[in-house]
C-alpha cells in the first residue's frame, strides 16, 4: 500500500539526487508579495539590487517598514527576513 516512484528507482539514480543541480534553489532576482509581520518592523533599502543602475548609493538610507506594511520586492532582499520570520510570502 505504500509503494511509490522511488521504490521503482535504481540505486545509482538515489546518488544523483542530492547533487546540487538536482536541489531546486529560488530565484533570487523574481519579484514577491511579502507582509512584514515583524512588531518592531524591519530596516530595509530597497533599492540595494540596483545600486550599479542608480549610480552612488551612499548617501541612501535604508527604510523602516512596519507591521502590517505589504511589500513588492526581489526575493533576494527577503530571504533572510524569511528564515527570521520577519516577514511572510503573500503569494
Do not use: A, Q
Request: aromatic share 8%; hydrophobic share 35%.
Amino acid at each position: 500500500m505504500k509503494r511509490n516512484v522511488t521504490d521503482h528507482l535504481p540505486k545509482e539514480v538515489w546518488k544523483t539526487l542530492d547533487e546540487p543541480e538536482m536541489i531546486d534553489h529560488p530565484d533570487l532576482d523574481s519579484f514577491v508579495f511579502c507582509k512584514v509581520v515583524d512588531r518592531e518592523g524591519v530596516l530595509l533599502d530597497k533599492y540595494k539590487d540596483f545600486s550599479d543602475e542608480l549610480g552612488d548609493d551612499s548617501d541612501r538610507i535604508p527604510e523602516l517598514y512596519i507591521e502590517g506594511s505589504c511589500l513588492f520586492l526581489r526575493y533576494s532582499l527577503v530571504r533572510d527576513l524569511l528564515s527570521e520570520g520577519k516577514v511572510i510570502l503573500l503569494m
